[in-house]
């Protein structure tokens, strides 16, 4: 079984790379500069990809060549505070870029890889649901994200016929230099239960929107 992980090299993505190679899995981590903790795993690295950048998605393309993709697992992403006090359009259109058009372009570009039963897992947030938002802030970041599990709710329809499975999956505050490790649960629990999401993900649930614990969340 082979993964592809995009923002392998610290927080969530290096732990799911930890995880899915003792399982036994062929790891390819993506990232944008390699870390020494990602250096020090027995895995593939494909470097210097930026999601948001043409010549890189076409790179990554070219170094995966035909190999067939069992899981693509999405998570590279990006986190700019912003109140409405402080907003910095720039800064969400970047968000955008990174967080919700990456994902997409990476789904683009490796379509060819992925066969019946392979499986997607985006790697989102709740800040990206609308009924959930009850303390505002984060502009960029929610409106992204909100705009990823659109983006990701539409592939899981269109892949569906395809025999290829989908879940949008929030990690839960996960301690990561993202939020200056102010989490309150760590990156390798995050990763164990967001395998446990991958796992039970199919055909029949395909599309759904869930915390790393189980719960459905919602829109």
């Not at 090299?9 to 903790?37: D, F, H, M, P």
């Not at 994902?103 to 800040?127: Q, Y």
């Not at 899981?156 to 990690?171: F, N, S, T």
Request: aromatic residues 6%; charged residues 20%; neutral net charge.
């Amino acid at each position: 079984m082979r993964v592809l992980i995009t923002g392998a090299n610290q927080g969530i993505g290096l732990q799911l790379c930890v995880a899915y190679q003792q399982k036994g899995y062929e790891v390819i981590a993506v990232c944008r500069n390699a870390s020494t903790e990602l250096q020090a795993l027995e895995c593939e690295i494909i470097d210097s990809i930026d999601v948001i950048q043409k010549d890189a998605i076409a790179r990554l393309k070219q170094k995966v060549g035909a190999r067939k993709i069992d899981l693509l697992i999405n998570n590279a992403g990006i986190y700019l505070s912003q109140s409405l006090d402080s907003l910095n359009y720039d800064a969400i259109r970047q968000q955008f870029e990174v967080n919700t058009l990456g994902p997409l372009r990476v789904v683009e570009a490796l379509l060819g890889n992925l066969e019946k039963a392979s499986k997607i897992a985006m790697i989102s947030s709740r800040m990206g649901s609308i009924e959930d938002n009850s303390s505002g802030g984060s502009y960029g970041y929610r409106m992204s994200k909100g705009a990823l599990n659109v983006a990701s709710k539409s592939l899981a329809v269109d892949l569906k016929g395809r025999g290829i499975a989908l879940a949008i999956l929030h990690p839960g505050y996960v301690q990561t230099k993202m939020v200056n490790y102010n989490g309150d649960i760590s990156a390798e629990l995050s990763a164990s239960r967001l395998i446990e999401r991958i796992e039970a993900l199919n055909l029949d649930n395909t599309g759904t929107f869930w915390h790393s614990n189980g719960a459905i969340l919602p829109w």
